[in-house]
């Protein structure tokens, strides 16, 4: 049984964590570095102690001064949130070798999914399919593997994930200096040079399926789509995925526990697939990676189940038994999530400051979590996310309206939000239709951008390069 | 009050009295306590409530459309522990100036509006010539596009206006800076990967004459 529990992270997820802790009875510790500690979430704390100055190197990324904090805390335990050291096994390591609990899943398996073809290869040996596509040690080998598996293709690092080190290749003609530059920027960025090729699906719909597992049994529950992205960033996500059908969602749903069974995985993760709809019913699916964390996306799957996802990670690490069993996950309703973002909606360009007024919706059916408040810094050092608003309705329909609805009454100064993008995509026909591809948002802001009402499929200006540092 | 709440989905993992810390009241309410409190709200005629406690303040307003917008504050003081360092932040924060950013580490233009990235000419005299290029927004300095690669520019180097000259990466996004003139560099005024704030002069560009 967990007492102390250090919260090893920053902003909305912080809060998040800090609350469910204090709803257990457990004391929550927030490590905060210089630049979070007045923080909303360190005000929320029970305690907070100070990891370290404001680049994350320095602080939230520093495994040895997270595991200092939480034994001279007297924490008995340490949740990483999502991001950061969530999937790092050094920290796992570290945790165990201090007589920590780790919230999260063991060591190995945070190794095998770190390993982008490692876990491909473990989800091929569970019977998952997976895109034409493998390793590639030169330009030679690239060219000789895209050739077979056709193009358009997606140069991948290894040691990538969650949207990082990407890029897309179109023609044989790009390949060999894509693949220099990837290799170069995959030792640089993680440490590992390695790049992988896979065949690039451009308007496929990103489905993902929520796992949870006590080390002997796992248990699914229910999927999400997170279509709507940005630069490959998640920018709106819902559950279930609506418009799927029903013996493809079934298939994904059977392969993602098939997947953790194999792993015998322990703690909540993510099996994130491609989706591609056949034109008459059906279509196929492909594994993409494991997120071995708590999501930013969770509160939909909470919204829809009732469950709290970060009480179930503390029950398990407390080495308890899954206290559910599959027919006892029941989803109902639909409930879609908005990342709000500090950031000029239309460019993306990111935006810190001081929050002057942070006012959000409530009611039935609205959650809202966030880690600011009127007063607020914005630092320059971490990602853009605000808070998330969650709206719940009985159908997808009734959420899209209560979206649209909440969205007007949200209201943020001080800094540039991404709400206009927001509400602009909750009046949009084709995202209240459902079943957009990862193509759609793009298309999107390019009409948004140039006032035209039809399809101008150009690519907005991007003006942020992807980031490719850790 | 314990901070085990009627929600609670632990089910038969009672907290035994005494081991885990009771008396720890949460700092501000969830969801579910402000939808009670909306539910009670709309029996009654009032389109505002402003609830005060010790730990937090929920202020919640009716909009035109019927539904309802929360503001909440938690003005306490963040409890710290266990560490070398004190944790309270030099002067407190509150209640915040409303925009402005933080003072760049060179002086800023005195007064006007903040100067986008472009360069601004610098001092009279025989250094007439010479252009800053600023930081279009605060954040980390990068002279290259990775850990090991060649810098963009070298002291020397010929650039043109729309040179990439170097990085700010802010909010894990990387944002290019231009010379935004055609010349040679004269000086670069950071360190790789030393924190720039907005409009901080990360380089001068001696103009090439027309």
């Known amino acids: 049984m967990l007492h102390h529990v250090l919260v090893a992270n920053r902003g909305e997820i912080a809060a998040r964590v800090v609350r469910t802790c204090q709803r257990l009875g457990i004391e929550a510790i927030l490590a905060a570095s210089d630049a979070d500690l007045d923080s909303l979430p360190a005000r929320l704390a029970d305690r907070t102690t100070r990891i370290g100055p404001a680049p994350p190197a320095a602080s939230y990324l520093n495994v040895d001064a997270v595991v200092a904090a939480a034994t001279a805390a007297g924490a008995d335990a340490v949740h990483p949130g999502y991001g950061f050291l969530a999937e790092n096994p050094r920290l796992a390591r570290a945790c165990d070798a201090a007589g920590l609990v780790f919230i999260g899943p063991s060591a190995a398996q945070l190794e095998t999914a770190g390993d982008k073809l490692a876990a491909r290869a473990q989800a091929a040996a569970a019977g998952l399919p997976v895109l034409p596509g493998g390793e590639v040690g030169d330009a030679v080998e690239a060219e000789g593997l895209a050739r077979e598996i056709g193009w358009p293709v997606l140069i991948k690092a290894v040691g990538g994930g969650g949207g990082r080190g990407l890029r897309p290749v179109h023609t044989a003609a790009e390949l060999a200096a894509a693949a220099g530059q990837a290799t170069a920027e995959a030792r640089a960025a993680f440490g590992d040079p390695r790049i992988y090729l896979e065949r690039f699906l451009t308007r496929a719909r990103h489905v993902e399926v929520q796992l949870l597992g006590d080390g002997e049994r796992i248990i699914h529950l229910g999927d999400r789509d997170c279509s709507l992205q940005r630069r490959y960033q998640k920018v709106v996500e819902e559950a279930p995925a609506p418009r799927l059908d029903p013996g493809l969602r079934a298939a994904m749903h059977d392969a993602a526990v098939a997947f953790g069974s194999r792993l015998r995985y322990r703690g909540l993760g993510t099996v994130e697939f491609l989706a591609d709809s056949g034109a008459a019913g059906g279509g196929v699916f492909y594994f993409l990676e494991i997120n071995a964390r708590i999501q930013v996306e969770h509160p939909v799957t909470e919204a829809v189940t009732g469950l709290d996802l970060v009480a179930e990670q503390i029950a398990v690490a407390e080495g308890r038994p899954l206290r559910l069993a599959q027919d006892e996950v029941t989803p109902a309703g639909h409930a879609i999530e908005c990342r709000i973002n500090a950031e000029d909606w239309r460019e993306g360009v990111p935006s810190p400051g001081t929050i002057t007024r942070a006012v959000f919706p409530a009611g039935p059916g609205i959650r809202v979590d966030t880690g600011v408040q009127a007063g607020s810094v914005v630092p320059p050092h971490y990602d853009s996310l605000l808070a998330k608003l969650i709206v719940h309705g009985p159908d997808r329909a009734s959420a899209v309206g209560g979206l649209r609805r909440a969205l007007d009454r949200c209201e943020i100064g001080g800094v540039a939000t991404n709400l206009p993008l927001h509400s602009g995509l909750a009046s949009d026909p084709a995202f209240a239709a459902g079943g957009v591809g990862t193509d759609f948002l793009d298309l999107f802001l390019g009409r948004a951008m140039t006032g035209t009402g039809t399809g101008s499929a150009g690519s907005p200006p991007q003006p942020g390069m992807e980031t490719a540092r850790g | ?210």
């Not at chain 2, 409530?49 to 929360?70: I, K, P, V």
């Not at chain 2, 472009?118 to 252009?131: F, I, V, Y």
């Open chain 2, 1 to 210: 009050m314990t901070s085990t709440g009627p929600g609670s989905s632990r089910g038969p993992a009672k907290p035994v009295p005494g081991a885990r810390t009771a008396a720890m009241a949460p700092a501000s309410l969830s969801a579910e306590d402000v939808q009670d409190i909306l539910r009670l709200l709309d029996t009654l005629p009032f389109d505002e409530l402003t609830l005060e406690t010790s730990h937090f303040t929920l202020r919640l307003q009716r909009a035109a459309d019927g539904g309802w917008a929360q503001e909440t504050h938690v003005p306490s003081r963040p409890v710290a522990t266990g560490s070398a360092a004190p944790v309270q932040p030099a002067p407190p924060t509150e209640p915040a100036p409303p925009t402005e950013p933080a003072p760049p580490t060179e002086p800023a233009p005195p007064t006007g509006p903040l100067p986008a990235a472009a360069p601004t000419p610098a001092g009279t005299g025989p250094e007439r010539d010479l252009r800053e290029v600023r930081a279009p927004l605060p954040g980390t300095f990068y002279r290259a596009p990775q850990p090991g690669a060649p810098p963009y520019v070298d002291v020397g180097s010929l650039v043109a206006p729309d040179t990439v000259v170097a990085i700010i990466e802010t909010m894990k996004l990387m944002n290019p800076v231009y010379a935004g003139t055609a010349g040679t560099v004269s000086e670069i005024c950071l360190d790789d990967g030393q924190f720039a704030e907005q409009d901080a002069v990360l380089m001068r560009v001696s103009e090439r004459a027309r």
